[in-house]
C-alpha cells in the first residue's frame, strides 16, 4: 500500500511471528526496524502514517538484543595479547566469527603483558561500529598488570607491576594511551589504587576489580571511588569467607553508594565455577550478573596447544590449562553456549539468560539506551535463536550479518 | 429495532464481529469505494475486536478499503499514553490488521484548537461519504460515546467534561486513582451517529442492564442518549442474557423468538477468499 512517511523514506522491517525480549519478558510482539535502529510501529502509523516495507516471517524465533562480550582474549588462533605483524586483521578475523555465537559487540581483553605489548596493541584497535565485517569494538579491557602476585592466575609474574610510585602517572606510561580503552581489572589492595581508580572512572573507564587478594572493606572503598564491576566471580580472588566475604561480598553488601549497582562477570562454562557456586551468585544478586567468555586463542579451534599473551595454553575438550599444569586459563566456551549453560544450571527463565548477555552487560558500560535491549531507538543489533537459545540468525544495524545455513530466511 | 440477544460475551462478540464481516464483503470494497465503520472503545468491544482480528488473519477478511472513525478520544491525555483511546485502537486492532493509516480516523485530543479538530472530523466523515456502520457501546448512565446525561439528541462532535458515573467507571484504566482520569473528551454527538446508514450497538453485562432498559422500553430521553436511536431506521443491539436482566420479559421472548431470522444476517459467514 501507498506509504506517506514524513521522517525518512527508508524501508522499515516488519519482523512478524516472533517472540521479542522486552520489557524483561518475552511478548508476542513484531519488531520494526528501520534505518539501522529499532522502530516504535505505533508512532510510525499514527505520526507518519506509515506502514512497512518488507515483512518477514520469524518462524515463531524467539528476538533478543545481541549478545556483548566484555572479556575476551582471543579466538581462532587469535591472540589479542600477541603483538603481530597483522594483528588488526586478526582482530577483524575475530570479531566476523563471533557473530555466529550471537555476540554483536565485544571488548577485546589484553592479559597481563609488558608495556611494550601495550604500546604497540592498543594504539591498533579502534572503537567502531558492528556490521556484515564482524561484530562492534566497544573498547579494550586491561587484564593487569595491576594485579596481586598470589592471585596472578594464568598471568605471567614477571610483567606484573605495582602503581605504587605515581599511581595514576605509572599506569597510564604502562599502556601508552587510554583513548581506546573501555575496562581496566585491577586489584584494590594495591597501595594508591583509590587514586587511580578516581582517575579510571573520571575518564569514564570502567574499573574492574580481579587478580585480587583483597578483603571485603578494600573493595568496598574501591567500590565508592567509582569501581562498578568484578573480573569473573570467585576465579582469581580470596575464596567466599564467613567473618570476611572478600570480593565477592561485594553483591550483598550495604555500603555500595546509592543508585550504584555492582556488575559481576561469570564463565558460565561449567568448568569455572560449580553450577551450586553459580547459583549462590545469581540468588544474591540477580540483576549484576554479566556473562562472560573470557575466551581465549584456542576457542573455535581443535583440541592441543596455543597461545595467551606470554604463555602457553593447552585446550583439551573445554578445559584449558597452562601447558603442564593444572591452573585454568580462560576458556574455550562461545557466548551462546554460556548462555544455555547458565540457563540449565540456574533454571533461570529466558529471559534472565538473555538479559545476563545482552542488558547487563550494556548497563555496565552505561551503554543501555542504544544497546543492550530491544526498546525503541535502540540500535537495531539483535539474534533470532531457538527455544533452545541456539543462535539462527545475527543482524547488526537491522541487517543481517550471519545466519544458520539451514534457516529458511 | 433488532435485539440480538446472545448467551454470553464471547458468542455476542463473535455474533456481532461476523455481522461487520459480512457487511463489509458483502459491500465488495474496492479502491475508491471504501466502507466506512464507527468504532468504539472499552472493555466491551474487546472480544468483538479479537474475532475480526481472527477472520482477517485466516484470510477472510482484509481492512485495505475499510475507513474507520473512532467516536472519542480523552483531552490532555498525551496519544502514547497507555490508555489514550490511540494507545487502544493499536494495541487493540489496529497492529493487527492491514489497514491503511491515512484511514484509521481517532480525534486528536490535544489539538491546539479543539473545536476546530472536531469540525474537521465532522467534514472528514462527510467527504467520506457518510458512515456505513457506525458500532458503539452504552455507558452504565446509558450514554452513547461520551454524550452524558443532558446531551442534545442532535448534538455534532464537540468537547464534552465527563460525568462522574463515566469517570467512576473508567478509574479502573487509571489504577483507580480518580485524580488521573481525564476529565474531559472529544466525542462525536448524537446527531453525528445517528446520521450513520446503520447502527450497531454492543451491550453486555449485568452492569448495563439498567441502562439498556432505559434505551429501549422507556421514551426517547437526553439522559439516556442511547434512547435516541428508537429513531433509528437500522439499529441492531446486541447482548447477552446478563445484560437483558432489567427488561420485561415479554420483550426478551419475543425478540428471543427472531432468533433464527437474526442469524441468517451472520449464516453463511461470507469470505474474502472466495472472491
Known sequence: MPSNKSVSDAPIFQFTNCRI?????????????????????????????????????????????????????????????????????????????????????????????????????????????GGAHGAGILGAHLEGPFISKEKK????????????????????????????????????????????????????????????????????????????FITHLFNAMLPFHHRDPGIVGLLTSDKIPAGRRVFYGMISDGIHTNPAALRIAH?????????????????????????????????????????GTKTLSGSVATMDACVRHFLEATGCSVETALEAASLHPAQLLGIEHKKGTLNYDSDADFLMLNDSLYVQATYIAGEQVWRQDTLGM | MRLVILEDYDQASEWAAKYICNRIIQFKPSQGRYFTLGLPTGSTPLGCYKKLIEYHKNGDLSFKYVKTFNMDEYVGLPRNHPESYHSYMWNNFFKHIDIDPNNAHILDG?????????????????????????????????????????????????????????????????????????????????????????????ITGAHKAFALYKAIEEGVNHMWTVSAFQQHPRTIFVCDEDATLELRVKTVKYFKGLMHVHNKLVDPLYSMKEN
Open chain 1, 153 to 228: 592466575g594464568a598471568h605471567p609474574e614477571h610483567c606484573l607491576r605495582t602503581f605504587e610510585a605515581g599511581a595514576f602517572q605509572d599506569l597510564l606510561a604502562t599502556y601508552g594511551t587510554l583513548d581506546c580503552v573501555r575496562i581496566v581489572t585491577l586489584a584494590p589492595e594495591m597501595k594508591r589504587s583509590s587514586e587511580v581508580i578516581h582517575e579510571l572512572t573520571k575518564r569514564d573507564i570502567c574499573v574492574s576489580l580481579g587478580h585480587s587478594v583483597a578483603n571485603l572493606s578494600q573493595a568496598e572503598e574501591a567500590v565508592q571511588h567509582g569501581a562498578t
Open chain 1, 283 to 323: 540468588r544474591a544478586h540477580p540483576k549484576g550478573l554479566v556473562l562472560v567468555t573470557d575466551a581465549i586463542a584456542g576457542m573455535g579451534l581443535a583440541p592441543g596447544r596455543h597461545t595467551l599473551g606470554q604463555q602457553v595454553v593447552e585446550i583439551d575438550g573445554l578445559n584449558t590449562y597452562i601447558a
Open chain 2, 110 to 202: 490535544n489539538a491546539p484548537d479543539l473545536q476546530a479538530e472536531c469540525d474537521a472530523f465532522e467534514k472528514k466523515i462527510e467527504e467520506a461519504g457518510g458512515i456505513d456502520l457506525f458500532v458503539g457501546g452504552i455507558g452504565p448512565d446509558g450514554h452513547i460515546a461520551f454524550n452524558e446525561p443532558g446531551s442534545s439528541l442532535s448534538s455534532r462532535t464537540r468537547l464534552k467534561t465527563l460525568a462522574m458515573d463515566t469517570i467512576l467507571a473508567n478509574a479502573k484504566y487509571f489504577d483507580g486513582d480518580l485524580s488521573k482520569v481525564p476529565t474531559m473528551a472529544l466525542t462525536v454527538g448524537v446527531g453525528t451517529v445517528m446520521d450513520a446508514r446503520e447502527v450497531m450497538i454492543l
Open chain 1, 21 to 129: 525480549l522486552r520489557n524483561h519478558e518475552l511478548q508476542r510482539e513484531d519488531l520494526w526496524v528501520r534505518e539501522g535502529k529499532i522502530l516504535n510501529p505505533e508512532k510510525l502509523f499514527f505520526d507518519e502514517k506509515g506502514s512497512a516495507d518488507i515483512q518477514l516471517d520469524c518462524k515463531d524465533s524467539i528476538i533478543a538484543p545481541g549478545f556483548i562480550d566484555v572479556q575476551i582474549n582471543g579466538g581462532f588462533g587469535v591472540d589479542f595479547s600477541l603483538a603481530t605483524d597483522d594483528f588488526k586483521s586478526g582482530i577483524d578475523l575475530v570479531s566476523q566469527k563471533i557473530l555466529s555465537h550471537g555476540v554483536t559487540s565485544f571488548c577485546p581483553t589484553l592479559v597481563t603483558s609488558p608495556p611494550s605489548v601495550y604500546h604497540q596493541i592498543l594504539p591498533q584497535i579502534s572503537i567502531r561500529n
